[in-house]
Nanobody, 123 residues
Framework: QVHLVESGGGLVQAGRSLRLSCAASGSIFSINAMGWYRQAPGEQRDLVALITNSGSTNYADSVKGRFTISRDNAKNTVYLQMNSLKPDDTAVYYC?????????????????WGQGTQVTVSS
């Protein structure tokens, strides 16, 4: 099994920065993509940023120019640097990883979520 552990959320004033981290552990053969999603109360969970194992990135329009996703493949860790935070960024942020795990019989695909970390931006 593959597990994700997130850290770095908290309460911050508008205009400030936060950095989220997400570390994957377990019987990992390869991770194809890691990403961050967020869910505000009463809303659906939406993509914030995604990075593939080749370094390609994709961002939600609302965070382009403010957020940066990066990845340390050696540590199976993904980061989300969030600058110029706005009250609309307030949400629970979830890490996601997709790839292949090692099993007794070979490999199996996985699509795993972290437990979520709260980010609250005050005005």
């Amino acid at each position: 099994q593959v597990h994700l552990v997130e850290s770095g959320g908290g309460l911050v004033q508008a205009g400030r920065s936060l950095r989220l981290s997400c570390a994957a552990s377990g019987s990992i053969f390869s991770i194809n993509a890691m990403g961050w999603y967020r869910q505000a109360p009463g809303e659906q969970r939406d993509l914030v940023a995604l990075i593939t194992n080749s370094g390609s990135t994709n961002y939600a329009d609302s965070v382009k120019g403010r957020f940066t996703i990066s990845r340390d493949n050696a540590k199976n860790t993904v980061y989300l640097q969030m600058n110029s935070l706005k009250p609309d960024d307030t949400a629970v942020y979830y890490c996601n990883a997709r790839g292949y795990s090692r099993t007794y019989y070979g490999r199996d695909s996985f699509d795993t979520w972290g437990q979520g970390t709260q980010v609250t931006v005050s005005s």
